[in-house]
Every structure is written in C-alpha cells, then in structure tokens.
C-alpha cells in the first residue's frame, strides 16, 4: 500500500500578504505536480492534513481549483479540517463550511475524531483515523487527540491538525510536545498546523509532517524551505521519504517579506 500525505495547501485566488507570485497560479503548479506524482508512485490514496482552503467558505476560483484537483487524483482523499477550514476555529462549524460540503457529497472523506477506517488492499491492513482543528486542542491535554491504539491490522496512521512540535518555539503559542504523546501506538503520526514541518522517531514511530504546501508566514526558515510531500510505501516494509516540489520555486521569488521573524 502507498500513500501520499500532503497539509496546509491554504487555497485562495487572492495574493497573501507575505507573497509576491500569482498564488493560485502556484498551488495549482504543485497540485498538478501532485497528481503526477500520485500516477507514478501508484498511490492507493491521498491524505491532506487539513487547512485545504485559506477561508472555511472559499471564493469560486479556490473551488474550482480543488474540484479539478480532487477530479485529476483519482484515488480517495482522506482528510482532517484545520484552523482555517472552521468557521471562527469552531469544529461545529464544519458542517456548514466547505469541508463538510465536500465530505457530504463525498468529493472527500472526512475522518471524524474517535472513528478508525480499515484499508485492506489484500497485502497489508491500515488503520487510518484522523482528529480536526479544534480552540484548546494543545492546551486540553486530551491524550485522545493525539494517541490512539492501534488494533487488528497491521500498520496505524493518525493524522492531526495540532500543534504537534518536537520542542516548543514559544511560551506564547500552546503547543503539545511529541514527547508527550509518544505512548500512542500509531506507527505513523502525522502532523499539521506547524508551517515548517519535522519528522521526528521515538521507540520504532515516526512523527512527520512535511510542512506546510504553501509558504505564508514571514519566517525567515520560510525563505529557505522548499514545499515538500510525504511518501509512504508499505510494500516491502513500513518505509517513507520527503518528497521536495519540483514546481517549488526559491523562497526569493515568491515571499515578499519585508521584516523577518526569527523562527
Ligand atoms: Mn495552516
């Protein structure tokens, strides 16, 4: 079974503060690069760690742009939402924003928190599960974002849109440390939320995240960082590698950052 897990796409038509390219124009470069890479490495499916859209309710551009998207993968998309998919950061709000549309009319498949999907290809049986966005996820301390147990199958993934971090950055932005939730047997925890990504091993389970599709904050990591998907493949064994975007172009062409935060 493989697998391509990709987060924080923030789909919008309109050129984000810190940017300087056609946004638009350059997500739908790396999508496109994307779906190709999904046809070559023969991927069963697509996870996206959630932030898909800038706005819970996008512009018709930004629609247009994930229907094609979804409509070129042709494989399933599992997904969990982010901070930027609710309304006013509020898990109830899902429903009415355009995740739960797309989840309703099963363009995506949301994974609700709690809830474990069962991936039989015949050689190997994932468990996928999933935890959203929600106010207080990193301050509640909730093992059950983070942790879950894994049962009758032989690889577990979990994919959370937290702010998972191998240290914290600040004592201002709540922050769950990996260290905290290393007990849980998910073989692979995936990240989201935290733009520039890590990939971390703690007893044989890996925490990564890629990092964010698109650059936005006015990090100066973010001049240096080149977009990157992650690949898994459970063919042979419990493998997986970063891929960098081709369609990425330097941090000195697209970013327009005028004052650096340190990062
Ligand atoms: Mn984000």
Known sequence: MRLI????????SSTPENRKDNFLETIYRKLLEVTGLCRDLRVDFVIHGGDVFDHPHPDQSSWDLLHWFLKELDCPLYCVAGNHDLINQQLASLPKAALGFLDRTK???????????????????????????????????????YMVKKKNCDL?????????????????????LISEVAATEADFTLGAHAHLG????????????????????????????????????FTTSAGYSF?????????????DIKCFQKS
């Open 5 to 12: 897990y990709l987060t924080d796409t923030h789909i919008k």
């Open 107 to 145: 363009s995506i498949k949301l994974l609700q928190p709690r809830e474990k999907l069962y991936l039989d290809n015949g050689n190997c049986v994932v468990q996928l599960s999933g935890q959203h966005f929600y106010g207080g996820i990193d301050r509640h301390k909730n093992s059950g974002d």
């Open 156 to 176: 577990a993934i979990h994919v959370v849109h937290g702010m998972l971090l191998p240290k914290a950055f600040s004592d201002k932005v709540a922050c769950t």
């Open 198 to 233: 890590y990939h971390e091993t703690v007893d044989g389970k890996f925490f990564l995240n890629p990092g964010a599709l698109a650059r936005l904050t006015n990090l100066e990591r973010e001049m240096v960082r080149i977009p990157q998907v992650l690949y898994l493949d």
């Open 243 to 255: 891929i960098p975007l081709q369609s990425a172009l330097p941090g000195s062409e697209v970013m």
